[in-house]
Each structure stands twice: as C-alpha cells, then as structure tokens.
C-alpha cells in the first residue's frame, strides 16, 4: 500500500504543478473562442478539441483544473483554521463553553449545508466577475465546512487537557494562553492535518455538484464542475467520447487523495 | 411473556423515565435548532450579495407597475425582523408562506413534494444500508485479500464520483433515481463500517468467543455485531443527512417533482420564503433522525 | 501405538515457528507439557508468548501471523486438522484464559448468557443439566453458585471476579490443557495469589495440564512444576523451579534471576532454595 500512496502523492503534486502552470502551458485562454471551430475534434491545436463556443477544451481543462485543484485546498484550510479554534478553545475550555460550542456545531452538523450553498449562489447578482463567484462559492465551503471537524478536535483538545504533560505543565505555573498554544494545539495536529486532508475531496465533489447545475462558478472561467455541464448532452457523449476526460481527471484525483489520507473514517 | 420482560429490563421503570427525559431533551434540542437553523439561513441569504437585485425587474416585458410591485415586495423582506417576525407568525398559523416563483402557496408545494423525497430517500437508504452493510460484513467475514481490494477499491472509486454525475448517468441509462441516492449513500456507509467491523473483531472478548469453539456466525452476530451496533446506528443519522443533499442534484437532473427540486429552482428563481422553509424543512428531519439513532444507541449500550 | 506407549507420550508437544509480516517471532520453539502438569512459561514482554498461545489454538491468523510446524495434543497434529475440527478442539480440549479479564467478557451479554453459551458448543443437553454444570463451575473457582450471578453483567463484576468467570469458562468442558496467557498481570498482588492458588488447585482436582505464560518469573513459580524461559523466540532453558534458581544454565535466565528484587536483610530467593535443596537432602539422609 506505500507503493499506492507513494504513487498517488506523485500524481497529485504533478498535476498540481502542471495546472500552476496554466498560463504557460495553456495553447489558448479559457475564453478565446475560436468562432470557425465550433466542436471540433481533437487534433494536434486543440488536443481535446473545442466546445460549442469554439473555446479550446483542454485550456480550459487546465484552467479549470487550476481553479477546483487550488481552491479547494485553500478552502479546506480555513475550514480546518476555524475548526481548531471553536474546537480546541471550546474543549480546552470545557463547562459550559464546550458544551454551548458543541450545541453549535451540531445546529450546523444538522443544517443542510448542500442547500445554504445552493441558496447563497443562486443569489449572487448576474455581474458579478467569475473571480468573485470564486471566492465565494469556496469561501462559503471553507466557512460551513468547519462543523464536521470541529467536534473531534473539540475532543482531542479536552483530552490533552486532561493528560499528565499539560498538568505538569500547569503545576509548574505556565500561563493558561501559553499551555494552549505551546502545548495543547500541537498535539491537535493529528487530527487537524486528518481533517484537512478528508474536507479536500469532499470540497472539490461540492464545488463539481453546484457546477454541474449551474450554480457554481460563473462563466467564462471554468471549474471542473463547469466543464461536466457538457456531459448532458447524451447524445453527443457517445460520438465525443473525449468529453470525459474532466470527470476521468476529477474521480483520478479524488481517489488519490483518499489513498494519500491516513485510515480515517467519517467523524461520527 | 411479562416475566421475560421482566428479567431482560429489571428496572423497567427507571428505564422509562431516563429514556423520557432524554428524549424530552432532544425535543426542545430539536425545535431550537429548527428556528435557528431556519434563522440563520434566511440570514445568510439575506445578507449574501445579490440579495437586493432580482432578475425579473430587468425583464423588458414586464411594466413599470408589476416592477414597482416587486420592489415593494423585496422592500418588505428587506426589513429582516419584519421579516422574521412575519415568518414565525406564519409559522405558528400553519401558514409557510408563498413562493414568488411558482406562484403557489409554499405549503401546497411542500404537501405534494415531500412524499416523492421521502420514498425516494427511503429505497435510496435501505438499498444503500444493505449494499454497503453488506459488503463490509463480507469483506470482514471472509478474510480474504483480493476481495477486499477489490470491495474497498470500487468504494473509493463511487466516493470519487460527484452526485451529480450519477444523476446524468441514471437519466442516461434510464434508471430509476432511487438507485442513484443507493449509490451515492453505499460507499460511504461500505467503508465506515467495514472498519467499524474490523475493529470489532480485533477486540479481547472477541477472541475469547472464538477460544470457545463458537461458530463464526454465531461470534459474528452475538459477539461483533453488539459491539459495534451504537456506532452503526450514529453512521444512521449521518447516512440521512448524506441522502438529503444528494436530492438537490439528484431531483433537478432526474426531473423528480421533490424537495431537492424545488431547493434548486426557487434557488434559481431566488424565492426566499420557499428557500427558508426548505431549510428549515430539511433541518428538522436531519436532527429527528439523529435524535432517533442517537436514543436507540443509548438503549443499546449497557451502562453499569 | 500401544497403551504403554500413549500413557506415556507428552500431553502436548510443541516445535513451532512464527512470525508476523516477515519479522520472525518464534524461532523452532520446542517443549513438552506433560499430563497434568502446569508448566510456567517466562520471558520478557513482547518476546513472543502471546503469540504461541494464539498459535497453539491456531488462532494466529486473527493477528495476521503464520505458524509452521508441529503441534501435537494427545498424538493427534493440530496443524494438520480442519478448521471444524480446531473448533471441536477450541473450548473442549484445550481452554485459553487472557489477560486484562474485564475486556475479555462481552459487556452487552450476561454472564450467564456467555457460559451457557460455551457449554453449549460442546454438549447437547437440556437447559437444568446447562445450568448445574454452569453453577458447579462457579463453585469450582469459589464465586458465588447462584442464579443472581449468572443474571449479572461483565460490568457489575470486580477484576478479580471477572477473571474467574474466564477461568471456570475455559475448564468447563475439563479440557486436558488450560493455556494462560498473563492471567493475573490485571491483577493486584492479593487477588493474584488467590488466582494463583486457583489455577493450583484446579490443576489437582480436574487434572488439567496448564501452560501459565508470564513474564513475572516469581509468581509462577510458586505453582509451576517446570519453568521453561523463553529469550528471543526460542527456550534457552527448562527445568524445575529450585533448579533454575539456585543453578541457571543460560546467561539470559542468570539476568533473569539477577534482576529479581530483594529486600535488604532477608534472604534472597536463591538462598532460601539452596536451603531448602540441602535440608531435604539432609533430610533424606
């Protein structure tokens, strides 16, 4: 299973640089239309051929690529930010402050976050630029996203609490913001870098459901979930089988980031 | 028959009352969290950029005195507590409201709605439940490597796929959206408890069972399963949860007439009331399900 | 094989390799047990002594490990059997009692539920005849023989008690070995000697052989009849509990002895053995 992983974190790095590089690898920009070409087949100009724009599709994968393979993370981030604040203060805290922070969790473990997203862009004025609808279609993940973490660190936090090294630490008079920070919260990090890891791919599938009906990043920039618009047309799928290579990358990178997380399961 | 009873719960009566308050507890929990969900919803849609413009004042066919109606009309859900206010009051009337978009009372929708979610949700969690459980039980039970490699294998790979593409590709293949929700829920359900299960059986009494002589079914099913049933009825509530969300893709590319559905066109049509109500709609069955694995879990664990 | 020879062949006789992905844990490890013999096996911990008794009641593949070799029970080779036929084995001819008994016993079933259901692995009978053999076996490690106990859950029991329900689970069915694997390692000092005392006495009244693995040499020897010392996979030494004593043959079980505590200003154990040995002798003579 090393070799697996080993394998998976190489994929990913490398596709991750590749769509860094966007800008210079990219033959075309994601909105140039080339009008005499529409659906065109691939051929060596347009390696995945254009779509019914005359855009270059494999630009626009790199772009798109570029824009679910990066934000994701950096949503996933804040969400694990937030998580190990309301988590590890609330349960270094403990009393009544964990249980109120607890309480709020679970309102918002209970709120069907699928729908707020749906709600929140749905309501985006149409002029908005395509960089705004980014952030805040990822914003929004990063900002609801904390719930599901929030409760393990919540628990990770009340039990180094409670172990012998930070009595120690608080019998020989260190100060209670110091012991959080200089003792509690590294020993969060396992379970923050767990979270991380498992809110990436839950982020990018989100952000690929809210593009494929239309409400997630607005146009012309694409996402991945953008470009699986394009799947719709049935009849087309059979006769352009190379309209999926979007999905074949996005469910390639998912599985990589499943093999490279540590055995975790579903927070409970 | 009373006798049994009897010996099964020896403090029959204590049981009650701890198990009714418990439940009274999750009552209030519940209906808090309802408001509050549906509050913090409607505040958030409130104050998400866009709010304020509607696409319909741009429409040139429409004259200058239904725009001025709309306007009037957002004006009034602009004031947010006259807007709160107005909805709980509702609320309380049975009255949800009406929805600006489908030009119908939001309560009608709902009524005729939620069956078509419900029993899609239903088939959808008891054919994923089996599947996932299923499979795990197998994988576990049998031991063998290449089946678990191919079992977790076909898992990671369902987890790697957006809800929204199973939707497509039921429509495509025209199969029913029940399916979809199955599928959407097994992997999840496959993985959880296949590790539940494995840990289950690494355990100390485990083993002892198996010193015994006991047969594998009989270690598996009075041994391994009890152990393991309070977490398998918290995966449950989270199960629910999961097939909620999996509606809005799954109802909008299906063309079911469900919740989902609706969450996605009053999203497109930017109906706030409709909006609220779904959420709030959604909140409380998610936190009732919940509530329910949560006090059978309960009833499950033997405390000392 | 005639009567002679069979009455005079070892219980259980044992050359066994082990190991756990790749990394070898027991290397040709060879002893006999004979008939009603109780047979103290130390070493240190990790050294390998869980992982024989899995191995013996070929249950090691739960852990992920494999065993080669020969274990023979009574003439007949475990490793060569069927799985249903290990099964007939497990429980009925050789018990297996662990350590830490409290997570040995199912929380969510009764004690009663449990033993029944050990009893009823090997025998048909009736549900009176179950619940006198079951009573019977409470009373042969001294917990209360009464209904009320059966009724109780592993969670109302105290750690001594709990590992005496094990015990009278494991020799139910009186089978010919009792593996042990450090059954009083959970155990304060008090309850140990009393379990210790346990393990003696249902070693001479039901003549049951018993493999007491431990890693407290001292404890087990007041029991034990022969005390083999495992080092690094292998027995480096076996004999009686004076003789290893009062003249350890190998280097590793002379650190062993070196290592036990002694209170300053009384004997230590290798003295009150050499005393023992030579006051017997002079006795004799």
């Known amino acids: 299973m090393k070799v697996a992983r080993a394998v998976a974190l190489a994929f990913l790095l490398a596709i991750g640089s590749v769509s860094l590089l966007a800008n210079l690898l990219a033959p075309a920009t994601y909105a140039e239309q080339f009008r005499e070409l529409p659906n065109a087949p691939p051929s060596s100009r347009h390696l995945l051929g254009t779509d019914d724009l005359g855009r270059d599709r494999f630009s626009r994968l790199l772009y798109g690529t570029r824009v679910s393979l990066l934000l994701a993370p950096v949503a996933a981030l804040s969400s694990t930010i937030l998580a190990a604040l309301i988590g590890g203060v609330a349960g270094y805290l403990g009393g009544r402050i964990e249980t109120a922070a607890m309480w709020i969790t679970d309102l918002f473990l209970s709120l069907p976050w699928l729908f707020l997203l749906v709600a929140v862009r749905a309501l985006l004025p149409l002029n908005v630029s395509p960089q705004v609808s980014v952030i805040i279609t990822f914003g929004m993940l990063g900002v609801l996203g904390w719930a599901g973490a929030a409760r393990v660190v919540c628990a990770s936090s009340r039990s180094a609490r409670d172990s012998d090294f930070a009595l120690l630490a608080r019998a020989s008079g260190v100060k209670p913001a110091r012991l959080f920070a200089r003792h509690i919260l590294p020993n969060l990090t396992p379970a923050l870098l767990a979270q991380f890891w498992i809110s990436i791919p839950v982020f990018i599938l989100a952000e690929a459901n809210l593009g494929v009906l239309g409400l997630g990043v607005a146009e012309p920039l694409p996402s991945w979930g953008s470009l699986l618009r394009e799947l719709e047309n049935y009849a087309a799928i059979g006769r352009q089988p190379w309209l999926f290579v979007p999905l074949l990358l996005l469910v390639a990178v998912v599985t990589c980031f499943q093999l490279v997380l540590p055995k975790a399961e579903l927070p409970a | ?304 | 094989m005639n009567r002679e020879q069979l009455m005079s062949e070892a219980l259980l006789s044992i050359s066994l390799s082990a190991e756990y992905a790749k990394k070898s844990v027991l290397r040709k490890l060879t002893f006999q047990i004979e008939r009603g013999e109780i047979l103290g096996l130390v070493g240190q911990s990790g050294c390998g002594k869980s992982t024989l008794a899995l191995a013996i009641l070929r249950l090691l593949h739960l852990k992920g490990g494999r065993a080669v070799g020969m274990i023979q029970l009574n003439g007949l080779d475990l490793m060569s059997v069927s799985e249903r036929q290990m099964r007939g084995i497990r429980g009925k001819e050789i018990g297996l009692v662990l350590q830490s008994p409290l997570s040995s016993l199912n929380p969510v079933l009764r004690i009663g539920t449990q033993m029944a259901e050990a009893w009823q692995a090997h025998r048909r009978g009736g549900r009176q005849e179950c619940r006198n053999a079951l009573l019977e076996s409470l009373a042969n490690v001294s917990l209360p023989a009464e209904e009320e106990f059966l009724r109780r859950y592993p969670a109302q029991l105290s750690v001594g008690q709990a590992q005496r329900v094990l015990i009278a689970m494991a020799v139910l069915h009186r089978p010919a070995l009792l593996i042990a694997d450090e059954p009083t390692s959970a155990l304060d000092v008090i309850t140990q000697a009393d379990v210790l005392g346990l393990f003696r006495n249902l070693s001479r009244k039901m003549g049951v052989a018993i493999l007491y693995i431990t890693h407290d040499l001292l404890s087990v020897s007041t029991i034990a009849d022969r005390i083999a010392v495992m080092h690094h996979g292998e027995i480096v030494e076996c004999s009686e509990p004076q003789a290893i004593f009062t003249d350890p043959q190998h280097a590793y079980t002379r650190n062993l002895i070196a290592a036990l505590p002694s209170v300053p200003g009384l004997p230590t154990i290798k003295e009150l053995y050499s005393t023992a040995v030579k006051s017997h002798a002079t006795g004799r003579g």
């Not at chain 2, 929990?29 to 505040?43: I, R």
């Not at chain 2, 009075?222 to 049933?229: A, D, F, I, L």
């Not at chain 2, 109500?277 to 949560?294: F, P």
């Open chain 2, 1 to 304: 028959m009373h006798r049994r009873f009897r010996a099964v719960f020896p403090d029959a009566q204590l049981k009650g009352a701890h198990v009714l308050k418990r439940a009274s507890k999750h009552l209030v929990k519940l209906v808090t969290t309802a408001l509050l969900g549906g509050l913090l919803g409607a505040t958030l849609v409130r104050f998400a950029p866009g709010f304020d413009v509607d696409v319909r004042e741009l429409d040139p066919r429409l004259s200058s005195l239904s725009v001025e109606e709309l306007r009037q009309q957002r004006r009034a859900d602009d004031n947010l507590t006259h807007f709160y206010g107005r909805y709980i009051l509702n609320l309380v009337h049975g009255d949800l409201g009406f929805s600006h978009s489908l030009n119908q009372p939001a309560r009608k929708l709902f009524a005729q709605r939620l069956p078509v979610t419900l029993r899609e949700i239903g088939v959808g969690l008891l054919l994923g439940w089996l599947l996932g459980l299923g499979l795990a039980t197998s994988v576990v039970v049998l031991r063998a490597w290449p089946v678990d490699l191919l079992a977790s294998g076909l898992s990671a790979t369902l987890l790697s796929i957006p809800a929204a593409v199973f939707a497509l590709t039921f429509v495509f293949l025209r199969a029913p959206a029940d399916l979809a929700i199955a599928l959407i829920v097994m992997p999840k359900i496959f993985s959880y408890s296949r590790n539940l299960l494995r840990r289950s059986y690494s355990l100390p009494h485990v083993l002892t069972a198996r010193s015994k002589g006991l047969s594998e079914i009989r270690v598996f099913l009075w041994h391994v399963v009890p152990t393991s049933g309070p977490q398998l009825l918290a995966l449950l509530g989270i199960s629910v949860s999961v097939a909620f969300s999996a509606t809005i893709p799954v109802e909008a590319l299906c063309d079911l007439p469900g919740i989902g559905q609706l969450a996605w066109q009053a999203a497109l049509g930017r109906d706030l009331i409709v909006l609220v109500n779904v959420t709030v709609l959604i909140t409380l069955m998610t936190v009732a399900a919940n509530t329910v694995s949560d006090l059978l879990a309960h009833s499950l664990t033997r405390e000392a």
